[in-house]
């Protein structure tokens, strides 16, 4: 997995510029996301795309001719931090498997949003990794719906991204 | 002062230096054309936007600044579509302003209402919509900005009516910045120059491949310097023609799937390719895992996402093809590195004297070959060569020998069939002084036909030469050679008699019947005042060789149909 975060000019379209290149040129990426940064004007898109060194080196160098993006950059998993958010909705019906998913959701380290006489709403923060990990055991109970927000990510230490 | 946003627009156009507008008026354009019309800007109403944007970019690609085109909103700007592909595949700097809709009814499926932003996002540079009039200095200045500096290629900016009607202060920015683009010095890096120094000084067999950079970068003296120097012979991209004189004894013509047979085996002999301005696009290189197997390569583009796109390569040098090829030949005089005679040249020698028989006329009829002789023979160096797409225009590739920069225009990325006659009146718009001829074939001069009432309107005395064979030849041809002589859909049945077809518009028609009435009508065409078309008739079964199969390598040439 590559992590790919561009800062872009906060202004409609920016998004389907960057959208239809990804599309247009073909490459593959798996999450999307766009959010506000510190900088007025400045919104943050991360990305994580599957390939070899040369798709993303090429993908990173189509995308910063688009003159709304003002930076980009690949961010290595070994020297970054990112996480993901999941929401997931769990069938629960029998108190018995009710405290199983419970249990789980203590050592995953997760928190129970909402909850009704069926069900449990799960809110997951972690790696992408720890998510499927967490979902493969929420499969035998029944996951009813599932949302993922896709990663963003920072870098380690004092230096930022714009810099 | 207050003004219009249409006058703004204006304005800001007269700042950019702009004397000439290619386009169409429509609805939602009325303010934008109410304001040209007391300004001394030149208007060229084109008969469909598609030649607009072709003339606009004609223009530019012989005058070496942006070419201006414009079209109203809806099917106007989508009109426009095709010629701003054209200038995006062959990098040509092009603005197109079109028209939209009033802000209010935006999304409201209003009538003329098409997305050109959305539309024509993967074929620009870039693509905007300016939402306030106050925007419009900006807007202006950043798509001149855009569009001619780094790699150029073509912007739209899009300007709904009601912002042409609404009322701004003209601050027009003399400096822009755009905070996503930097605007390269062009340098080369000094390491990258002396990793390719080193790669130069050892090759025995270099090789150089000149593209559109080039001459995009009006770096065909430094170029011709460089060759002379390293004695390296030049084959050309089709984009490339021009780039060095093709009568230059170190020409080899051009390189890839029509390209001349020694420019392609000079490919496969070479130790060391030397890539300016080129970006290994499938037409030049063939298969590309057979392509150059036995050589390095040396990669100079100005855009950094060219670089091993398409190819691996030894050095890449980002930077301006005239600024790096200057940097390399005082580097090579300041080591003495003029070399002679080499055994590298006599066998590029050999190998022009080996294939030139290969070329030979037979058969009865006229030839392509000869008559793009003719036709070298009787016109200026200076004289500007616009094609359409097809077999017409790779036969005026491989046997017209271009001698100048910016005198070979056509369609090369995109292919654009009715490229040709659009081209040659922006061509001549942007000098008026020189010949111009269209080399184009029945099909292709037929998309864009339309257009010959604007010349006789203008007064602009372009040639066409068509070589009318009464079929869509190219594809006929592949059908002939890959689906067994099957020749679905590519008789053109009735084809018009382009004589008199000629003489409806206003023009002048002559039919060819020989080389030498071929002859004498292109000399009596340099002294014409009206556009002139010629209808030389060729057999279907002529065919553009020699020919690389597509998908295969560059050495498994076709010579015989």
Redesign the interface.
């Known amino acids: 997995m590559h992590i790919i975060a561009a800062l872009v000019e906060d202004r409609p379209g920016v998004m389907f510029k960057v959208t239809s290149l990804i599309r247009r040129r073909g490459f593959n990426i798996d999450t999307i996301t766009v959010g506000s940064t510190e900088k007025e004007g400045v919104s943050r898109i991360t990305m994580t795309v599957r390939g070899d060194e040369s798709v993303v080196e090429q993908l990173v160098k189509q995308l910063s001719k688009i003159p709304d993006i003002m930076k980009i950059s690949e961010l290595k998993p070994s020297d970054s931090v990112y996480r993901e958010l999941a929401m997931i909705k769990v069938s629960a019906p029998d108190p018995a498997k009710r405290s199983d998913i419970l249990n789980y959701i203590t050592i995953f380290r997760g928190r129970v949003i909402d909850a009704s006489k069926d069900s449990l709403t799960i809110e997951m923060v972690g790696s992408p990794k720890k998510i499927n990990a967490f979902l493969d055991l929420m499969k035998g109970f029944g996951i009813v719906e599932l949302a993922r927000t896709g990663i963003v990510a920072l870098s380690r230490g004092s230096k930022s991204t714009s810099e | 002062m207050k003004l219009s946003g249409a006058k703004a627009i204006v304005e800001a156009l007269k700042r950019e230096k702009v004397e000439v507008i290619f386009g169409i008026p429509g609805g939602s354009t009325i303010p934008f054309y109410d304001a040209l019309y007391e300004s001394d800007i030149r208007h060229v109403l084109a008969r469909h936007e598609q030649c607009a944007a072709h003339m606009a970019d004609g223009y530019a690609r012989v005058k070496g600044v942006p070419g201006v085109c414009t079209a109203t909103s809806g099917p106007g700007a989508t009109n426009l579509v095709t010629g701003i592909a054209v200038a995006y595949m062959d990098s040509s700097p092009i603005i197109a302003i079109t028209g939209q809709v009033p802000r209010s009814m935006i999304g409201k499926d209003a009538f003329q209402e098409a997305d050109i ?2 539309i024509t ?2 074929i620009t ?2 693509a ?2 300016v939402t306030s009039a106050s925007q419009i200095p900006d807007a202006i200045r ?1 798509a001149f900005l ?1 569009a001619s500096t780094n790699r150029k290629g073509p912007v739209l900016v899009d300007v709904p009516k009601d912002v042409q009607l609404e009322e701004v202060d003209l601050d027009y920015p003399e400096k822009m910045m ?4 930097v605007v390269r010095s062009g340098d080369p890096h000094p390491y990258s120059i002396k990793k390719a120094l080193g790669l130069i000084m050892s090759s025995e067999r270099p090789l150089i491949i000149a593209g559109g950079g080039v001459i995009a970068s009006n770096a065909s003296e430094e170029l011709i310097k460089f060759a002379e120097l390293i004695m390296a012979p030049v084959a050309t991209t089709l984009m490339g023609k021009g780039s060095i004189p093709e009568n230059h004894l170190l020409s080899l013509g051009m390189v890839g799937m029509h390209g001349r047979g020694e420019a392609n085996k000079a490919v496969e002999e070479t130790d060391l390719i030397i890539a300016v301005g080129m970006r290994f696009g499938d037409r030049t290189t063939g298969k590309l895992d057979e392509f150059a197997r036995n050589s390095k390569i040396i990669h100079i583009d100005i ?3 060219e670089i ?2 398409n190819i691996r390569v030894d050095v890449p040098i980002v930077a301006d093809a005239k600024k790096a090829l200057s940097v390399l030949n005082s580097k090579l005089i300041e080591v003495g590195s003029k070399r002679t005679e080499s055994e590298w040249i006599k066998r590029i020698n050999s190998l022009k004297e080996l294939f030139a028989s290969n070329y030979a006329e037979k058969g009865d009829g006229l030839k392509p070959s000869r008559l793009m002789k003719i036709l070298r023979d009787c016109i200026p160096a200076k004289s500007i060569i616009t094609t359409g797409v097809g077999q017409n225009q790779m036969w005026a590739a491989l046997h017209f020998k271009a001698l100048e920069p910016r005198t070979f225009i056509t369609s090369g990325g995109l292919g654009a069939m009715g490229f040709g006659l659009p081209a040659a009146i922006g061509a001549k718009v942007a000098s008026p002084d020189r010949p111009v001829f269209n080399i184009d074939g029945d099909g292709s001069f037929l998309m864009t036909e339309q257009d010959l009432a604007t010349a006789v309107s203008e007064g602009l005395p372009v040639v066409s030469i068509i070589l009318k064979n009464r079929v869509l030849g190219m594809v006929r041809q592949w059908q002939c050679l890959f689906c067994n002589r099957r020749y679905a859909h590519t008789d053109l049945g009735n084809v018009p008699d382009f004589v008199k077809l000629t003489e409806a518009y206003g023009a002048e028609g002559v039919k060819i019947e020989s080389y030498e009435s071929f002859e004498s009508a292109v000399k009596k065409s340099l002294k014409a005042e009206m556009p002139v078309v010629m209808e030389v008739p060729i057999s279907p079964d002529e065919k553009v060789l020699p020919m690389v199969p597509p998908g295969k390598g560059l050495k498994e040439v076709i010579w015989y149909g």
Not at chain 2, 178 to 181: A, D, R, S
């Open positions: 932003v959305g996002t993967p540079k870039y905007f919509q950043t855009l755009i905070k996503g683009y855009d950094p996402a091993g796109k």
